[in-house]
């Protein structure tokens, strides 16, 4: 039909220009990187090969590429972010880039390489500087991050859900994370069944609505909020 001809085009367009924003080194330095184009700077972003949570996926362009386009629906200044499953570091710099306090976690080994690109990417540039901070998913919560003092507006995740064993430990997070009036943006690439079914299980949990998606890249942008939240409003004293 013309209108799915029409949103092919429109999703290969905005693909193309979210892939525009990636860049590679002119010659080999002693240490690999990738370069992007985010935020009114140049981000270069060292990865580690050997290792699958230190690798740029096309999940955090499409995050990171929502967060810049809608600064203004979605303003970061002086908000308190968190990222999990930070990986290399890109969504939590754009976001700090854009004004953020972030907190950007991963595993005990991926945070070297997550500090450095954090580090080189944001000094002197941002309004907060961004912290790094271990997180590995449903363990410890309380006492890393407890309830009555950790108050994030945004949970930022980007290919989180995937073929891993920890989907459980994932949702525990999300929720231990997530107060009543914190957003959750989820850019997720839908690989096999498995994934699907946390989708369903995110949902008895939160409030879910896809805001972008690009079907060349098998990629869906969400936003999220937790599904009690008007429930839990305080209700006015009664005199």
């Not at 935020?39 to 096309?58: F, K, L, S």
């Not at 609505?209 to 098998?218: R, V």
């Not at 939240?229 to 209700?235: E, I």
């Amino acid at each position: 039909t013309i209108v799915g001809y029409e949103r092919e085009k429109e999703d290969e367009q905005i693909v193309a220009e979210i892939m525009e924003r990636r860049f590679f080194p002119d010659h080999v330095a002693y240490k690999t990187w990738e370069g992007f184009h985010f935020a009114g700077h140049e981000i270069r972003i060292t990865e580690a090969t050997d290792c699958y949570g230190a690798v740029v996926w096309p999940s955090a362009l499409v995050l990171c590429y929502f967060l810049e386009t809608h600064s203004k629906q979605c303003n970061l200044v002086d908000k308190n972010v968190i990222e999990i499953g930070a990986g290399t570091g890109l969504v939590s710099i754009v976001a700090s880039l854009l004004g953020a306090f972030v907190t950007a976690t991963d595993l005990p080994e991926l945070l070297g390489n997550l500090e450095y690109n954090i580090l080189q990417n944001t000094k002197q540039k941002c309004k907060h500087q961004p912290c790094v901070k271990e997180l590995s998913w449903g363990i410890d919560l309380e006492k890393n991050f407890p309830r009555s003092s950790c108050h994030f507006d945004y949970i930022m995740a980007a290919d989180v859900v995937y073929y891993h064993p920890f989907l459980d430990e994932l949702l525990l997070t999300f929720d231990h994370l997530c107060k009543n009036d914190t957003v959750i943006l989820w850019a997720m690439k839908f690989r096999l069944e498995n994934e699907n079914r946390f989708v369903d299980r995110f949902q008895t949990l939160f409030d879910l609505e896809m805001i972008s998606n690009f079907p060349s890249l098998n990629i869906a942008l969400y936003k999220a909020m937790r599904k009690d939240r008007m429930k839990a409003r305080p209700s006015k004293l009664k005199v």
